[in-house]
């Protein structure tokens, strides 16, 4: 498929555990956020990558929260020492580059995490 | 970033067209107005987007006021399908790219 994938679609984890949460964008796409959707409530951003430059962790909750995207592909989530506030579904997303008009973001499934 | 104010919730019955309304009286000259929906257990997915004039896309239309401060996502007949939550959401052209999700307007279908 062309779309963007996420791994793994759940997680269930004990408090105080860390998780790591993977997304595959769509290729070619240089940008790529990470969002996360607790129950009930709309869609928080969280970290932005785009290209080679630094990234926008401006949305990040917390230190325990942390993300990286090697190669400019792949990224991985990590939220350390998960607590139970940190149970939601987290959404990635990718588009192509970001100058001039914002162009539409591609998301994937979702991983949807309970911390118990 | 310039707030947008929506509906709710809203209904519709199936094959009916469906107007769903949307407050940005704080707009800029360099925001894009964009919509967004989430069907149940899905991700967003993008519906249209525009600037000042009208836009038909396979989707939907949206039409935009003369002043900017407002704006309506038209399906034009809705189906079962587009039950969903839809979000409008003001983007500059430079500067921060993420999405800021509001509440949205959540369209039930009546069959």
């Known amino acids: 498929g062309a779309g963007v994938s996420q791994s793994p679609s759940n997680k269930v984890t004990e408090k105080g555990k860390d998780v790591e949460l993977r997304c595959d964008p769509i290729s070619g796409h240089t940008a790529l956020y990470w969002y996360r959707q607790s129950l009930g409530q709309g869609l928080e951003f969280l970290i932005y990558f785009q290209g080679n430059s630094a990234p926008d962790k401006s949305g990040l909750p917390s230190d325990r929260f942390s993300a990286e995207r090697t190669g400019g592909s792949v990224s991985t989530l990590t939220i350390q020492r998960t607590q139970q506030e940190d149970s939601a579904v987290y959404l990635c997303?990718?588009?192509?580059?970001?100058?001039?008009?914002?162009?539409?973001?591609?998301f994937g499934p979702g991983t949807r995490l309970t911390v118990l | 970033d310039a707030k947008t104010t929506q509906p709710n919730s809203m209904e519709s019955n199936e094959e009916e067209p469906v107007h769903l309304p949307c407050n940005h009286s704080?707009?800029?000259?360099?925001?894009?107005i964009h919509w967004y929906r989430q069907l149940p257990s899905q991700g967003p997915e993008y519906v249209i987007h525009?600037?000042?004039s009208n836009v038909n896309n396979r989707m939907a239309s949206l039409a935009i006021a003369e002043d900017r401060k407002s704006s309506t996502l038209i399906l034009h007949r809705a189906t079962l399908r587009d039950a969903a939550v839809y979000y409008c959401i003001l983007r500059k052209e430079t500067g921060a790219n993420n999405l800021f999700f509001g509440t949205g307007t959540r369209l039930t279908v009546i069959p």
């Open positions: 525009g600037l000042t």
């Open positions: 997303a990718s588009s192509i580059g970001t100058s001039g008009v914002p162009r539409e973001q591609f």
């Open positions: 704080t707009i800029s000259g360099t925001d894009y």
